[in-house]
């Protein structure tokens, strides 16, 4: 939130308009994951008119802010990316600082939620071409986020020793030494090939918690003992904006051009992986399967079934009927605004099926 201009001395332009191009990015991104989370896709309703997070731009104390729309609150995650990348110039001492380009690569990811695929395609695109980034090797993918800032790391969250949040680190929501709450499913590991370097993602631990993989635990995020909770959390890797460019492409008709990119991505972690054939919608779905495996356990699976009006099915579910299965469209696809939001302000209003 900005109250006032500030106008840095000439030699410091450079650093301030950096930091300043940080901040936007930041409100950029909050934004960002908030209409994500509290609102329905931006598609959802043909102009987007249907209800976001409130837009607020300058510190009100006062202030009893209604929600703007998901139209509104997406032009100002645009404007607030664009003025970023125009402002920030300086490459990061690594990728736990924002950079123009990391701020691309979301942005790309935001057209690709838009379904605006041509501009889509063409952030993705200007991201790779720097050639600042490149994938991992396979020998290398299992443990970039315990070492951190690997070479595909364009933005991610660094953790350390001195900020170590313990067993409430990301790892330990999935490690039996941590809560172990959250398990693969089957349908996720029947996607994984033989060989596939990402089945390594996952490890046998001793407490099994019931079902066919209760003693299969996460391991995507896998510092223990004295390291616990030093792996970096992704924010996006450059293996998302390939895929991101093959989904843009493949909704665009151009099938060679999406086929490529998802070979690069499949084959980086199955060198004997077959070229990718598919075409049309049978493409479409490899690319999300992939994106599934890829991306798994980095927050994105809801959210692209979600702005593909998929449904939510969960094999091997012990749970009610209607927690197993969760048909498109359903209120349960998004957050209820909270109550302490509600309670002080009259103008905040709550999403539909969580009352008033």
């Known amino acids: 939130m900005i109250n006032a201009e500030i106008e840095p001395p000439t030699s410091l332009t450079e650093e301030f308009n950096q930091i300043l191009g940080e901040a936007y990015a930041l409100r950029a991104l909050a934004y960002f994951d908030l209409v994500r989370l509290f609102a329905q896709h931006y598609t959802f309703t043909s102009d987007a008119s249907h209800l976001g997070v409130p837009i607020v731009l300058e510190f009100d104390v006062e202030s009893k802010p209604a929600r703007n729309t998901v139209a509104e609150v997406y032009s100002q995650i645009i404007d607030d990316f664009n003025q970023a ?14 950079s123009s380009e990391a ?22 695109t200007a991201v ?32 350390n020793l001195a900020d170590n949040p313990g067993a409430d680190h990301i790892g330990g929501m999935y490690k039996e030494s941590g809560y172990g709450d959250y398990l693969p499913s089957e349908d996720l590991l029947n996607l994984i090939p033989d060989g596939d370097v990402r089945s390594t993602l996952f490890r046998i631990d001793t407490t099994s918690i019931g079902g066919i993989y209760g003693n299969l635990r996460v391991d995507k995020y896998p510092s223990e003992g004295a390291d616990i909770a030093t792996d970096n959390v992704p924010v996006i ?33 199955l060198p004997t992986a077959p070229d990718v054939t598919a075409t049309g919608a049978d493409l479409i779905t490899e690319i999300l399967n992939e994106r599934r495996i890829e991306l798994a356990f980095e927050g994105h699976s809801i959210f692209d079934v979600t702005r593909n009006e998929l449904d939510v099915v969960r094999d091997d579910c012990t749970a009610p009927a209607n927690a197993c299965s969760i048909s498109y469209p359903n209120d349960r696809f998004i957050l209820a605004i909270p109550i302490e939001e509600t309670d002080v302000n009259p103008n905040m209003v709550q999403n539909d099926s969580y009352g008033q």
């Open 103 to 124: 701020a691309q690569a979301l942005l790309s990811r935001v057209y690709l939620y838009m379904e605006d695929f041509g501009q889509a395609e063409s952030l993705a």
């Open 237 to 269: 890797r450059l293996s998302e904006v390939y895929l991101i460019r093959a989904e843009a492409r493949a909704k665009s008709s151009d099938d060679a051009g999406a086929q490529a990119d998802l070979n690069l991505i499949r084959q980086r972690a």
């Open 85 to 98: 990348i125009s402002l920030m110039s300086i490459d990061p001492a690594n990728a736990g600082y924002f």
């Open 128 to 159: 790779i071409s720097t050639g600042k980034f490149s994938l991992v090797s396979a020998a290398d993918y299992p443990m970039q986020f315990f070492n951190g800032n690997s070479p595909e790391a364009i933005l991610e969250i660094n953790f």
